[in-house]
């Protein structure tokens, strides 16, 4: 964790900022190894460009803090306490010049802990930390690696378990229960996003909700999950088909894997991102289906189960190793049903590794 906070540092020093604040749960998490979520309390990291690090947080956390392994300093307060007040003089501390420039999350902290930041650091300039940041968590070091390399392989333990329990006439909520009752015998205690099964014409649904929807002989089957497993995301999705599979869908289901394997084999240092997605598209596009792949390519993974990179057409980032994203791209048709294959994608030094390494064949079962 020192690592990641000396970086950071050495950005403020070299850009001539006082002081960060990062306020939310997982940048919090990525820089001093305690995770939790405050709900409305204040949590809050201050890096100063000349000073030690400071962790603000509620005093039922204090305990917490010390056993997650931050040897920093740290201001617990009580409820009843105003957690800005108690700062205010640390913050004189780490900022020395006449006017202070602190480095916020854009795209997290609130209006209102603006002002509440505000009044105690005037008179203060923000400027946003969020690309230096996402920039930092967007390489993952072997740690890190280790972690969603587990994570990885208990989203394909999922998959397995949704197909022991398919059977006609069980409900999409039926196997979502199964799914994470599984998973929760093998340790896991938290899913990053609503474990995804969805029959027949509600595969098309991208984001669909499951329901008490059936299955039936001839339905394609939908399952994406992940888990969240030491602070780290995985983000895994397989189509099947039950019983037998009506057309068009055994073509869709190979264009899709052609589209995604394409994807896969272009991934290495030094790659366009949004390369990427235009190999993807232009298969599926060639094939007739432009019109039903409506979303990006795929995404960063790690603390958040979406982060940085975003797998887009429009993105000239560079690839470069240590990043870990998705590639997952779908054919949907309205009211009838929908296919996406999506992998957890490790780029090496020249290369790739796939994290998931559940079967992508397609499969009746």
């Not at 982060?307 to 240590?322: C, F, K, Q, V, W």
Request: glycine fraction near 8%.
């Amino acid at each position: 964790m020192d690592r990641r906070i000396e970086k950071l540092m050495t950005w403020l020093k070299r850009e001539e900022i006082d002081a960060a604040f990062l306020s939310s749960p997982t940048n919090v998490y990525y820089f001093t190894g305690f995770q939790c979520d405050p709900h409305e309390r204040i949590l809050g990291l201050f890096l100063f460009a000349d000073g030690s690090p400071l962790l603000i947080c509620p005093q039922l956390e204090l305990s917490s803090v010390r056993q997650a392994g931050w040897n920093h300093s740290i201001i617990s307060y009580h409820d009843a306490e105003n957690p800005w007040e108690l700062l205010r003089e640390r913050i004189d501390q780490g900022c020395k010049r006449p006017k202070r420039i602190i480095a916020i999350e854009k795209d997290h902290l609130t209006y209102a802990r603006a002002e509440q930041l505000e009044s105690i650091a005037s008179p203060v300039e923000f400027v946003a930390v969020d690309e230096q940041v996402n920039g930092l968590r967007m390489i993952k070091d072997e740690q890190e690696l280790a972690i969603m390399t587990e994570a990885a392989e208990l989203a394909d333990t999922g998959v397995e378990i949704a197909l022991s329990h398919l059977k006609e006439g069980i409900t999409e909520l039926e196997v979502v229960s199964q799914i994470e009752w599984g998973l929760k015998q093998k340790g896991v205690q938290e899913f990053p996003f609503p474990t995804t099964v969805l029959f027949g014409e509600r595969s098309a649904l991208p984001h669909g909700t499951p329901g008490l929807r059936r299955l039936q002989k001839g339905d394609l089957v939908l399952i994406d999950l992940g888990v969240k497993w030491r602070g780290y995301c995985s983000d895994l999705t397989r189509t099947f088909a039950f019983g037998r599979l009506s057309e068009p869908f055994e073509e869709i289901y190979q264009i899709v894997l052609k589209a995604q394997e394409a994807a896969i084999s272009a991934v290495k240092p030094g790659v366009q991102v949004g390369s990427l997605d235009r190999i993807a598209r232009d298969i599926i596009e060639k094939a007739g289906y432009g019109d039903y792949f409506i979303h990006r390519l795929g995404h960063g993974l790690g603390i958040d189960v979406h982060e940085s990179p975003s797998l887009h057409a429009a993105n000239d980032l560079t690839i470069r190793s240590g990043m870990i994203f998705t590639i997952e791209p779908g054919i949907y048709l309205p009211g009838r049903g929908g296919v996406r294959i999506e992998d957890d994608i490790f780029v090496t030094a020249d290369g790739f590794r796939l994290l998931t390494r559940h079967p992508k064949e397609l499969q009746i079962v």
